[in-house]
């Protein structure tokens, strides 16, 4: 069990506040195009403020590769939250991140006053995790709060060095609800206790596989990793997705699910198309029966209805990666199904990151879910069972 100390759990008073965030937001021509993670950081900065810290934002964003960039510059960030917060956020420019500007502003602060630096990677050390930068930043600061949950399977200076410089390092609120849900209800789950996978390789999701086959009552795989398993066993898969280095291995999880007395649901039918486009010709058929020159593109009606059923008496899901081509309107259905079946169930509902939790929102279904992780490879690293250096950083209770 995860126990991390968080921002509920320190006096900030007068002290300043060193806050990790994830400020990665896209860009054109100067302009913010979504702001969904500034809003998402609201919460745990505007407490620090409540309660009298002195505020001092970080945050990578894109990748201006140890150099300072003017277009990856920080500033339009700290205009926008300046007008979120409804309070100046001054903009410490320092092409070195932790500069004349920064230790100036710093200085100058008053509690619950707010700065922001500038892009942590216009430093060539900070996703080396250095020495010198990671000192520099916890010069600053007498306290770090780390609420990007995004780079937190990363040991960078800004999320991992900082720690050994400062005496507290604790969670925001954004880290919080991922250690809770994706960390712990993973973990310790309410049973039955159904995963489902998807999206287009097994390679990418092997220790995902091998680690949830140790806690989960049913394991449903979809998507292209599918085709895989159905060519292991024999089956004819066209010209269907499959990496046939992973063929022993796709048997080798069968079996592993047989002796854990895991139900593993892979498809029945598949609809599939003569080319990869959406206005290609379209068939469905069994699995295992894809006929030369055609491709598995999606899951079957039969298999969304197989899926959808193992959902519904779910008490916690969690769902990484799409069923089919989703992209595409003409093999979406599948993965529409499944989030709809998401939403309607009583269970606890975890997405993973990335392109699942961008089809639950683009659906339409994204307040349905229990919980949206914001970390794409952060949060299969979770499934993986692996230890995130971002969140051991933190203080344990
Ligand atoms: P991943 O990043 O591994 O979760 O893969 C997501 C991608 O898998 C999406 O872009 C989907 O279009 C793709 N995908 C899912 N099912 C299939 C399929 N049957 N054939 C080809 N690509 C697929």
């Known amino acids: 069990m995860l126990n991390k100390k968080s921002v509920d759990d320190i006096n900030v008073k007068g002290k300043k506040v060193l ?25 745990t900065i505007k407490k620090l403020i409540a309660d009298g810290g002195k505020v001092i934002l970080c945050s990578h964003l894109g ?58 990677r216009y430093r060539a050390e900070e996703t080396k995790n250095g020495e010198a930068f990671s000192k520099e930043l916890a010069s600053l600061c007498d306290v770090f709060v780390n609420d990007a949950f995004g780079t937190a399977h990363r040991a ?76 292991a066993e024999g089956g004819k898969i066209g010209v269907s997705l499959c990496e046939d280095d992973y063929l022993q291995y796709a048997l080798d999880m069968k079996k592993k699910a047989e002796e854990k007395g895991v139900k593993l649901l892979l498809p029945v039918d598949n609809v599939i198309g003569d080319a990869f486009s959406n206005d290609c010709n379209k068939d469905v058929v069994s699995t295992g029966e894809i006929p030369d020159g055609w491709e598995g593109m999606d899951i079957g009606p039969k298999t969304a209805e197989l899926f959808c059923e193992a959902v519904k008496d779910a008490k916690t899901v969690v769902w990484n990666g799409p069923m089919g081509c989703f992209e595409m309107p003409n093999f979406a259905h599948g993965t529409e199904a499944v989030a709809k079946a998401l939403a309607e169930t009583d269970a606890t509902t975890i997405i993973g990151g990335g392109d699942s939790a961008a089809a639950v929102n683009i659906l339409g279904y994204g307040d349905k879910m229990t919980h949206i992780s914001t970390g794409g490879g952060a949060s299969l690293e979770f499934l993986e069972g692996k230890e995130l250096p971002g969140v051991a950083a933190a203080n344990d209770k």
Request: with cysteine; proline share 6%; net charge negative.
């Open 19 to 43: 806050v990790r965030c994830d400020f990665n937001v896209p860009l054109q021509d100067g302009k913010i195009t979504d702001e969904n993670r500034l809003v998402a950081a609201l919460p």
């Open 63 to 120: 990748k201006p590769k140890g150099e300072p960039k003017p277009e990856l510059s920080l500033a339009p960030v700290a205009k926008r939250l300046s007008e979120l917060l409804e309070q100046e956020v001054k903009f410490a420019a320092d092409p070195e991140v932790v500069g004349p500007n920064a230790k100036a502003a710093v200085e100058a602060m008053q509690d619950g006053d707010v700065i922001l630096l500038e892009n942590t």
């Open 156 to 231: 960078h200076c800004s999320n991992v060095g900082v720690t050994q410089y400062v005496d507290t390092a604790v969670v925001g609120y954004l880290m919080q609800k991922e250690i809770d849900f994706l960390g712990n209800a993973v973990n310790n789950p309410k049973r039955p206790f159904v995963a489902i996978l998807g999206g287009a390789k097994v390679s990418s999701k092997i220790s995902v596989i091998n680690n949830l086959l140790d806690k989960v009552d049913t394991l449903i795989i979809g998507g292209g990793m599918a085709y895989t398993f159905s060519k």
